[in-house]
């Protein structure tokens, strides 16, 4: 790491196969790798990570190819991800933590604990990808014909300068529609990182990745009997517009050990909407739960019958 990145809080670079990785770590206390969604970056959690870092050692980092993290020709599939995870852990010297994952960020978190089970201890997931296949048709028209083009246009100085005024002029209007615009200034801030072609190169291959035109390829519905020996919690707001917050209903099925919080008057990002409401959660789910000790028997049992050794009941906590 540089040496003039030493207060807490001041984002840190680290180099890992040649392609430096921008991340936040601060607090002290078990650790709580924060992963952010598509599009996004590590800002997504400065409302929370204040709270959290009182009681807990916080690492968000940015995802490649996004916020200050390179933006090369690499591997942006979710197993890629999972490894760039591991690798930056390991340099920090950190090896096990609770994986807290928001949208496709979340689909990192599921790929993260399955293929390093060892390294994690709790799952939460956070309006996440991967528990059923509906998404918002904006995300899957980044991979139509000329949507590149059509980004160069729009994201030219003048024309972002008014796209991202007025999306946030109606992110702050209350009333009837305030479910579909409450988000629009996350969506904003998306607008003004995609006048970088770079980024744009990194969310167009990340998507195509991760879905199609009928929606989500991966799941996690063939590899949930997994979670049978690790806490998982799932939040969601229950007007999100990008992942339809029905999603969270499937948790019973897929991880019927998980929680389940479905937040009110909250969208998309409902650390950003209720962040002392979130962090409250998240602080209870970690000390309500024993981490997850990974044994590598069971595992192969597991995975030899394909079915979870004892499942449990779904334990509901909408706070509506």
């Given at each position: 790491m540089p040496k003039d990145a030493t207060a807490p809080g001041d984002v840190q670079f680290v180099t890992v196969h040649g392609k430096r990785r921008a991340f936040v770590k601060t607090g002290s206390g078990p650790v709580l790798?924060?992963?952010?969604?598509?599009?996004?970056?590590?800002?997504?959690?400065?409302?929370?990570?204040?709270i959290l870092a009182k009681k807990y050692t916080v690492i968000a980092p940015d995802l490649l190819g996004h916020g200050l993290s390179d933006k090369p020709?690499?591997?942006?599939?979710?197993?890629?991800?999972?490894?760039?995870?591991?690798?930056?852990?390991?340099?920090?010297?950190?090896?096990?933590v609770t994986v807290v994952g928001h949208s496709f960020g979340g689909g990192v978190a599921m790929q993260f604990a399955y293929q390093f089970p060892e390294r994690t201890q709790r799952l939460m997931l956070v309006s996440s990808g991967g528990l059923g296949s509906e998404v918002t048709p904006l995300i899957k028209l980044i991979q139509a014909p000329g949507w590149e083009g059509l980004m160069r246009v729009l994201t030219m100085p003048g024309i972002r300068h008014l796209e991202t005024t007025t999306l946030r002029a109606l992110s702050s209007r209350g009333g009837p529609l305030r479910k579909y615009t409450r988000d629009l200034h996350e969506a904003a801030t998306?607008?003004?990182?995609?006048?970088?072609?770079?980024?744009?190169?990194?969310?167009?291959?990340?998507?195509?990745?991760?879905?199609d035109w009928r929606g989500q390829i991966v799941t996690m519905s063939d590899r949930a009997y997994l979670s049978e020996s690790m806490p998982m919690a799932v939040v969601w707001g229950r007007d999100d517009q990008v992942i339809p917050v029905r999603h969270s209903s499937n948790v019973a099925a897929l991880?019927?050990?998980?929680?389940?919080?479905?937040?009110?008057?909250?969208?998309?990002?409902?650390h950003r909407d209720h962040p002392e409401e979130f962090a409250r959660l998240l602080d209870t789910f970690v000390s309500s739960s024993a981490p997850s000790v990974y044994n590598r028997a069971k595992f192969r049992r597991m995975l030899r019958r394909g079915t979870a050794e004892a499942p449990t009941t779904l334990v509901s906590a909408d706070t509506a």
């Open positions: 790798l924060l992963l952010h969604g598509l599009a996004c970056d590590r800002t997504t959690w400065d409302r929370v990570i204040p020709r690499a591997d942006y599939t979710l197993g890629g991800y999972a490894n760039g995870m591991r690798d930056l852990l390991t340099i920090l010297g950190i090896d096990k998306i607008v003004e990182s995609w006048r970088d072609r770079h980024t744009r190169f990194a969310v167009r291959h990340l998507v195509r990745a991760v879905i991880a019927p050990n998980a929680s389940v919080t479905v937040l009110p008057d909250s969208g998309h990002f409902p």
